[in-house]
């Protein structure tokens, strides 16, 4: 029998230190991503969240911000750092959104499979996010992804822009890697 929002809510009760995700009908259980990854996140939210506020564009969220899709399964999902524009969520909600982000990052961890987060990503565009990207720290790429286009890869030296979201934002490729400190 599948589970439900409902499950899903009670089993997070139960369990409030877990990250979990609701896919068709089973409930996920998300490991710690590890520090790499969850810094390279901060940042991504952080430039985000920087353009995005003071602009009253929407809000920015990180990886424990469940959104309760509108497919047949209902499934939950929280990608590693999303975007609403403000005039699909004027109000914020202590539940899960009911909507889809209009952009979302998923952050590779070692624990990921591409072709998983790959996956994570067209179902969001199918369900009506504008833009997905996919961030790989192994080998220093963005993977943007746009319904009915092919994916666009950017290095080091290339700027993220989203114009269709946000006209005017960009995020250099190079600035969201962690940093290596020597002294």
């Not at 409030?16 to 896919?23: G, I, S, T």
Request: charged share 30%.
């Amino acid at each position: 029998m599948p589970l439900t929002v409902e499950d899903l809510k009670r089993f997070q009760q139960q369990h409030p230190d877990h990250r979990l995700e609701l896919v068709d009908g089973a409930i996920i259980v998300m490991s710690p991503s590890g520090y790499e990854s969850d810094e390279i996140a901060a940042e991504i939210i952080a430039q985000l969240r920087n353009w995005v506020r003071p602009r009253k564009l929407g809000r920015v969220t990180a990886s424990s911000a469940g959104f309760k899709l509108p497919n047949v399964s209902e499934d939950v999902r929280a990608p590693d750092a999303s975007f609403v524009k403000a005039e699909r969520l004027r109000r914020t909600t202590e539940d899960f959104a009911n909507l889809v982000p209009d952009l979302i990052f998923e952050v590779r961890s070692k624990t990921d499979d591409l072709d998983t987060l790959r996956a994570k990503i067209r179902d969001f565009l199918d369900l009506g996010t504008t833009v997905g990207a996919l961030v790989d720290y192994r080998t220093q790429i963005i993977e943007v992804y746009r319904n009915q286009a092919d994916p666009i890869i950017l290095h080091n030296g290339d700027c993220f822009t989203v114009p269709e979201l946000l006209p005017g934002w960009e995020m250099e490729v190079s600035s969201i890697w962690a940093p290596e400190f020597n002294w």
